[in-house]
């Protein structure tokens, strides 16, 4: 079993910066792919950005293309996003995940139901 434990979420101002982590234990991921979703009141949960760990590629939400950065530590087992220029649309709370196989197709790493293992997950409140 995989545990992936979010850290980081909390309130603050339109324009302000956050960088949360992820922090990933328990039997070593056969895949070197993980996301970060995120899900607001009565919305569904949508993609913000993945990362490979070993071919180095990322990929965002256009929303938040050119604010958000995710980057991984391989010694710490930890994934980070790292979030600037917060906009009030931002809010929501934030997961990370990991899928227990690599996936193909074409931009499956957008899809939710294509990740085995979640975090609980951590808000992220940005006021206007």
């Known amino acids: 079993q995989v545990q992936l434990v979010e850290s980081g979420g909390g309130l603050v101002q339109t324009g302000d910066s956050l960088r949360l982590s992820c922090a990933a234990s328990?039997?070593?991921?056969?895949?070197?792919?993980m996301g970060w979703f995120r899900q607001a009141p009565g919305k569904e949960r949508e993609f913000v950005a993945a990362?490979?760990?070993?071919?180095?590629?990322?990929y965002y939400r256009d929303s938040v293309k050119g604010r958000f950065t995710v980057s991984r530590d391989n010694v710490m087992n930890t994934m980070y996003l790292e979030m600037n220029s917060l906009e009030p649309e931002d809010t929501a709370v934030y997961y990370c995940?990991?899928?227990?196989?690599?996936?193909?197709?074409?931009?499956?790493?957008?899809?939710?139901?294509?990740?085995?293992?979640w975090g609980q997950g951590t808000q992220v409140t940005v006021s206007s």
């Open positions: 995940a990991a899928p227990q196989t690599m996936k193909y197709g074409s931009r499956w790493y957008e899809r939710s139901r294509e990740y085995d293992y």
């Open positions: 990362i490979d760990w070993s071919d180095d590629w990322k």
């Open positions: 328990g039997r070593t991921l056969s895949t070197s792919v």
